[in-house]
């Protein structure tokens, strides 16, 4: 079985929650304007980008950090 990365399924699956909430809860809501429920969309997938970004460099980081541990023995 393959493994995934944090840095891959994490965000993969919370994009598809919010995809899935904003399509069933936009159309209902009523209470907020259009406006409103596109930038709160928008500013959904923003972090969920912002997450993604911040996994990868912390991964990478880690195997530069357990490279060097190998090189220094």
């Keep these: 079985m393959r493994k995934y990365k944090k840095s891959t399924w994490l965000p993969v699956a919370l994009f598809i929650y919010t995809t899935i909430m904003a ?24 972090i969920i980008a912002l997450l993604w970004i911040v996994l990868r460099k912390q991964e990478k980081r880690r195997e530069q950090e357990g490279q060097n541990m190998e090189n220094k023995k």
């Excluded at 399509?23 to 923003?46: D, H, M, Q």
């Design 23 to 46: 399509v069933y809860f936009i159309p209902r809501n009523t209470e907020i304007g259009n406006a409103e429920k596109y930038v709160t969309i928008g500013v959904s997938y923003l």
